[in-house]
């Protein structure tokens, strides 16, 4: 079993920052993707961002330049730094885990990021 711990969320104005973490634990292989996505109240959960093992990254076009995901491969866990944040960007984060060896899907509980003045 897996299990994925997310942290980091918070209230921050708009032009702000944050950075959100989530650790791994659990039966994890080395081969597998860790990823952000994010649902805004009455919307779909989407893709923000998604890392490789190999540290091949994947973003939301609406994210991009604006947000980094970047990977300790050794500790199992995903960074996600969010700068110049807009409102837009409010929702609840859920971090992701899906492994290579096994196709099984994990989700973190979510961690709620609001950007208002």
């Known amino acids: 079993q897996v299990q994925l711990v997310e942290s980091g969320g918070g209230l921050v104005q708009p032009g702000g920052s944050l950075r959100l973490s989530c650790a791994a634990s659990?039966?994890?292989?080395?081969?597998?993707?860790m990823g952000w996505y994010r649902q805004a109240p009455g919307k779909q959960r989407e893709l923000v961002a998604t890392?490789?093992?190999?540290?091949?990254?994947n973003y939301a076009d609406s994210v991009k330049g604006r947000f980094t995901i970047s990977r300790d491969n050794a500790k199992n866990t995903v960074y996600l730094q969010m700068n110049s944040l807009k409102p837009e960007d409010t929702a609840v984060y859920y971090c992701?885990?899906?492994?290579?060896?096994?196709?099984?899907?994990?989700w973190g509980q979510g961690t709620q990021v609001t950007v208002s003045s």
């Open positions: 992701n885990l899906w492994q290579f060896t096994t196709t099984h899907n994990y």
């Open positions: 659990g039966s994890i292989f080395s081969i597998n993707t």
């Open positions: 890392i490789t093992s190999g540290l091949s990254t």
